[in-house]
Nanobody, 130 residues
Framework: QVQLVESGGGLVQAGGSLRLSCAASGRTFSSRGMGWFRQAPGKEREFVAAIRAAISWSALSSYYADSVKGRFTISRDNVKNTVYLQMNSLKPEDTAVYYC???????????????????WGQGTQVTVSS
């Protein structure tokens, strides 16, 4: 079992930055691919960024949605059991609840598919004002 707790959300002006954190419990964190998703009011949950497990069959280390590429960076600290999402140059359309997720399979690469993730955090609100 993996439990995930997000933090770091808040209100920021357009052009500003925020860093989200996701602390994971359990002993299998480093062997799981991790992802960030977001959901805006009235919209479906969408992929934002993903990072492979510390030991993975995948040659791809991370992957981003086109809408955030070049502005957001995902990283992980396997000693602290934490995954981060650094968000720069924020836009009003980035406003959403952001969720951290852990994949069901071990040694996984970065995945954009919600169905690949078995464990989810409670979400943290990010609001970008214009």
């Amino acid at each position: 079992q993996v439990q995930l707790v997000e933090s770091g959300g808040g209100l920021v002006q357009a052009g500003g930055s925020l860093r989200l954190s996701c602390a994971a419990s359990g002993r299998t964190f480093s062997s799981r691919g991790m992802g960030w998703f977001r959901q805006a009011p009235g919209k479906e949950r969408e992929f934002v960024a993903a990072i492979r497990a510390a030991i993975s069959w995948s040659a791809l280390s991370s992957y981003y949605a086109d809408s955030v590429k070049g502005r957001f960076t995902i990283s992980r600290d396997n000693v602290k059991n934490t995954v981060y999402l650094q968000m720069n140059s924020l836009k009003p359309e980035d406003t959403a609840v952001y969720y951290c997720a852990a994949q069901q399979y071990h040694y996984s690469g970065p995945s954009t598919e919600l169905g690949q993730y078995d464990y989810w955090g409670q979400g943290t609100q990010v609001t970008v004002s214009s």
